[in-house]
């Protein structure tokens, strides 16, 4: 089975290099690793100064969101390997991460591949110590967390995020990639979950998969993405008929920064009339 690995990257050169140094010390060298800069030629010099043999695929971004789904459907559709293995920028994928994707995607051929992933704090001045990373694996606790070398199947679609995951190219092409109406921050990783979830594919959790998300600053709720979520969110509503990333609208409700109009079924910014309007 050849391998691909996908990373789309915008302005995370730090990250993007840490990843690339991950990946080189992985142990699995895989066939490719795609790497779609989306509207950031900086890009091409860190694969460049970094010495990997990753293929950057350039993509123009005419406007401010970054389209992530887009770019991840270029990466897939750039690779020639059977199994498709996406990290995101921010992921250093553990020595054993690709080889048990690989393992997986033999053992189940036909279900959507999810890998724990744990956050790391902000790096020392040296960086992150990589031959270590191990010691530090407290993945999210929301989702499945199976011992090294177990796989646990069942159909949690609704907790699919897309950091660290892995699909044959024909489970690929059954769910049709990810939705790209999304643009910006947040809703494409749920409703690729619901995609693979109208498409029958199981969700299977590889059990020493792991990856480690390099610390960012971060708001929690992330109001800086507040635009982007509104819209995403209601665009998902169309599609699905139910709210995602209901716990950031809430806690944005909360914070007197948007409102939620039950008799017309919508979210808008607080005090602001809106052309955001959906059906229930």
Do not use: K
């Not at 895989?30 to 460049?48: L, Q, S, T």
């Not at 293995?85 to 995607?105: E, K, M, N, S, T």
């Amino acid at each position: 089975m050849t391998v691909a690995v996908i990373t789309v990257a915008a302005g995370r050169s730090v990250h993007l290099r840490r990843q690339l140094e991950g990946v080189a010390r992985s142990g699995y060298v895989p066939d490719e690793h795609i790497v779609v800069a989306m509207g950031d030629p900086a890009v091409a010099g860190v694969v460049a100064a970094a010495g990997a043999p990753a293929q950057v695929v350039p993509m123009d971004v005419p406007g401010a969101t970054l389209p992530v789904a887009a770019a991840r459907n270029l990466g897939a559709q750039a690779a020639t390997s059977d199994l498709l293995v996406f990290l995101d920028v921010d992921c250093i994928p553990a020595p054993g991460l690709l080889g048990r994707y690989a393992d997986a995607a033999e053992s189940h051929p036909g279900a959507l591949l999810n890998g724990p992933v744990t956050y790391l704090p902000e790096p020392g001045p040296q960086g992150y110590a990589l031959d270590h990373l191990t010691d530090s694996v407290a993945p999210h606790p929301a989702r499945p967390f199976p011992p090294d070398g177990e796989i646990v199947v069942n159909t949690a679609h609704d907790v699919f995020w897309s950091l660290s995951f892995a699909v044959r190219v024909p489970v690929w092409q059954r769910i049709g990639g990810f939705c790209t109406d999304y643009h910006g921050y947040g809703g494409e990783d749920t409703d690729f979950g619901q995609l693979a979830a109208r498409a029958d594919v199981p969700m299977a959790w590889v059990g020493g998969a792991h990856a480690f998300h390099q610390y960012h600053p971060v708001s929690s709720p992330p109001v800086e993405h507040l635009d982007d979520i509104l819209v995403n969110a209601a665009l998902f509503h169309r599609r699905w008929g139910w709210w995602p990333m209901r716990g950031w609208l809430d806690e944005f409700e909360r914070m007197g920064l948007v409102e939620h109009d039950v008799a017309a079924c919508r979210w808008v910014r607080a005090a602001v009339e809106s052309p955001l309007r959906r059906l229930c």
